[in-house]
């Protein structure tokens, strides 16, 4: 055995093994995120209607019109469990919810609903009037990526909906 060897690195075939390891964990976490990223199994029992204008789907206490975009639940307050809790709400009154969240770039001090169409503000609208309480419906600006293609609630306080 040489006397200038380092006893202390790791053999070739140790190396390798390690790397293969690693990636096998980010495939499965990969795998896992990819699996998880659709909308939540629980939906609220609702029937269709269909009238010669709208096809619209009647939960027990309210309407919503059917093809409205996803919503997105985000909480940008310091009430922990308020976009678990507002996510469910909306949930029940038959709105496709997409994974509750969590914002941290600070910048909001009211409710607020962002909307990018006419189409997304009609659903603005009945959010918020299920929301009840003060929230503000406004157009998207640029900046706020997150939930795209679907219409973002950022919640700051409780309201008389929740």
């Known amino acids: 055995m040489n006397a200038d060897r380092e006893p ?15 990636a096998v964990v980010f495939i499965g976490l990969g795998w896992h995120s990819a699996a998880t990223s659709g909308g939540d199994s629980k939906a609220a029992e609702t029937t269709a209607v269909t009238t010669p204008s709208t096809t619209q789907t009647t939960t027990s206490s309210s309407t919503v019109a059917a093809g409205t975009k996803r919503v997105c639940v985000v909480n940008a307050g310091q009430v922990t469990g308020l976009a678990g809790d507002v996510t469910d709400l909306l949930r029940d009154k038959g709105f496709t ?13 009211e409710n607020t609903i962002f909307y990018d169409t006419d189409a997304d503000k009609a659903q603005a609208e009945q959010i918020a009037e299920v929301l009840g309480g003060s929230v503000s419906i406004e157009e998207r600006p640029g900046s706020f990526t997150q939930c795209k293609g679907g219409v973002p609630v950022i919640m700051v306080t409780a309201v008389s909906g929740s």
């Open 97 to 109: 919810m997409g994974r509750p969240g969590n914002y941290t770039g600070g910048g909001f001090s």
């Open 8 to 22: 202390n690195r790791l053999p070739l075939r140790a190396g390798a093994m390690l790397l293969f390891a690693v």
